[in-house]
């Protein structure tokens, strides 16, 4: 008869258009699932990803929440709690804020054996109570996952978390769907750009931590040495209308396009000449990955694990945060030397080749749920 195989359950907020939720739905539709039996979890169906966990056949349960302290809430958690004791998971991973804050005490509670949080931020865009409440989180897991050395490093620091119970899992890319795909003339001619254009492009949530306003900044002085660079911004968010106010008031109507959210990003790499993130926080965002696996050169500002994706000159350049200066003088550095952006670019895919495929991260992970559950299956027998 064959041993049974180990009950997963990964826990999601939603399946929505950010870095984490992509990540988690490239991970849990790849698990080996004649080695485990995986269920997922999530807070919402929401998102241009669910669809893709259910034709992976994957079995998904709701657990809405509606705040943390909520009637609806309180009646969640008793649903949560019954799901874990019914169906004896042998392990519980959590990927977010709110599953880390919400799920893990309640199943640790409910008597779940193995549990495992994630750090994918470096904590400075919460409250100081939301900063509390994931410190009693991690303290809650067998393990905390990292997505990079500065979280495992911040979680060390600042959460007191023993660094023998922190993992280090970087994120992957699809390097099949990340790729220099041919689509560039297309998407360009479709966005309305023409040869002689130069185009700088960015990915990411319009919040004031991805810094967006200094990248509005740097172009005002970048169109004055290249009037021939044209910029988009892609995502949506709280800062909209603010920065499309900004780039009113500083003449960049013509030079400036946001795309709001899309779902061709691999191509609308290929339409750039250059990716930008000048975030002022980060831990390790996927955007850089994708960019790099498509073959773009990259500017990205020094914070979190990005320094720990791109090499300074070699596979693209970081630069300091919240410097809007020395990113200006970057990127007109990079548009005024096409073969510069060539070597970096190639330089990027083969890092991201050699680091970051997907299908890495996915036996990594595995790996460390190997791990906890030959030391459950060790404490169970002792």
Same mark, same amino acid.
């Given at each position: 008869?064959?041993?049974?195989?180990?009950?997963?359950?990964?826990?999601?907020?939603?399946?929505g258009h950010g870095g984490t939720e992509h990540q988690f739905v490239e991970l849990v539709t790849r698990l080996d699932r004649?080695?485990? $039996?995986?269920?997922?979890?999530?807070?919402?169906?929401?998102?241009?990803?669910?669809?893709?966990?259910?034709?992976?056949?994957?079995?998904?349960?709701?657990?809405?929440?509606?705040?943390?302290?909520?009637?609806?809430?309180?009646?969640?958690?008793? $649903?949560?709690?019954?799901?874990?004791?019914? @169906?004896?998971?042998?392990?519980?991973?959590?990927?977010?804020?709110?599953?880390?804050?919400?799920?893990?005490?309640?199943?640790?509670?409910?008597?779940?054996?193995?549990?495992?949080?994630?750090?994918? $931020?470096?904590?400075? !865009?919460?409250?100081?109570?939301?900063?509390?409440?994931?410190?009693?989180a991690f303290h809650w897991s067998d393990f905390v996952i990292a997505n990079s050395d500065a979280a495992r490093d911040q979680? !060390?620091?600042? @959460?007191?978390?023993?660094?023998?119970? !922190?993992?280090?899992?970087?994120?992957?890319?699809?390097?099949?769907?990340?790729?220099?795909?041919?689509?560039?003339?297309?998407?360009?001619?479709?966005?309305?750009?023409?040869?002689?254009?130069?185009?700088?492009?960015?990915?990411?949530?319009?919040?004031?931590?991805?810094?967006?306003?200094?990248?509005?900044?740097?172009?005002?002085?970048?169109?004055?040495?290249?009037?021939?660079?044209?910029?988009?911004?892609?995502?949506?968010?709280?800062?909209?209308?603010?920065?499309?106010?900004?780039?009113?008031?500083?003449?960049?109507?013509?030079?400036?396009?946001?795309?709001?959210?899309?779902?061709?990003?691999?191509?609308?790499?290929?339409?750039?000449?250059?990716?930008?993130?000048?975030?002022?926080?980060?831990?390790?965002?996927?955007?850089?990955?994708?960019?790099?696996?498509?073959?773009?050169?990259? !500017?990205?500002? $020094?914070?979190?694990?990005?320094?720990?994706?791109? @090499?300074?000159?070699?596979?693209?350049?970081?630069?300091?945060?919240?410097?809007?200066?020395?990113?200006?003088?970057?990127?007109?550095?990079?548009?005024?030397?096409?073969?510069?952006?060539?070597?970096?670019?190639?330089?990027?895919?083969?890092?991201?080749?050699?680091?970051?495929?997907?299908?890495?991260?996915?036996?990594?992970?595995?790996?460390i749920y190997d791990e906890l559950l030959a030391r459950g299956a060790r404490g169970a027998s002792a």
């Amino acid at each position: 008869m064959s041993k049974a195989r180990p009950k997963l359950c990964l826990f999601t907020s939603s399946f929505g258009h950010g870095g984490t939720e992509h990540q988690f739905v490239e991970l849990v539709t790849r698990l080996d699932r004649e080695k485990y $039996d995986v269920t997922v979890a999530c807070q919402r169906y929401f998102g241009q990803f669910y669809q893709q966990v259910k034709d992976a056949g994957l079995r998904v349960v709701l657990f809405p929440l509606q705040g943390l302290l909520s009637m609806r809430t309180a009646r969640t958690s008793w $649903d949560w709690m019954r799901f874990i004791r019914r @169906e004896k998971f042998d392990l519980l991973h959590t990927f977010d804020f709110y599953t880390n804050v919400f799920g893990a005490p309640l199943a640790r509670l409910a008597g779940i054996r193995l549990l495992l949080t994630s750090r994918r $931020d470096l904590g400075h !865009i919460w409250s100081k109570s939301r900063q509390r409440m994931l410190r009693a989180a991690f303290h809650w897991s067998d393990f905390v996952i990292a997505n990079s050395d500065a979280a495992r490093d911040q979680l !060390i620091a600042e @959460e007191n978390v023993p660094e023998s119970r !922190i993992r280090v899992l970087r994120n992957g890319v699809d390097l099949t769907r990340y790729s220099s795909n041919g689509h560039g003339p297309g998407k360009r001619n479709e966005l309305g750009y023409s040869n002689g254009e130069l185009v700088v492009g960015t990915i990411a949530n319009l919040r004031p931590e991805k810094g967006h306003h200094f990248l509005l900044e740097a172009a005002a002085e970048v169109v004055k040495k290249v009037p021939q660079a044209r910029f988009f911004f892609v995502g949506t968010g709280e800062l909209e209308n603010e920065l499309k106010r900004i780039v009113q008031e500083k003449g960049l109507v013509p030079y400036v396009s946001f795309l709001g959210m899309r779902d061709d990003v691999p191509k609308l790499f290929s339409a750039m000449d250059l990716m930008v993130l000048p975030s002022s926080s980060e831990s390790l965002p996927n955007v850089v990955l994708e960019a790099m696996s498509c073959g773009r050169a990259v !500017i990205v500002s $020094d914070t979190g694990a990005c320094g720990e994706l791109v @090499e300074s000159g070699r596979t693209g350049q970081v630069i300091p945060p919240q410097n809007p200066q020395v990113l200006a003088k970057t990127i007109i550095e990079l548009l005024e030397q096409p073969a510069l952006r060539e070597r970096l670019g190639r330089a990027a895919r083969l890092h991201a080749e050699e680091e970051f495929d997907i299908h890495v991260a996915v036996r990594r992970l595995e790996a460390i749920y190997d791990e906890l559950l030959a030391r459950g299956a060790r404490g169970a027998s002792a």
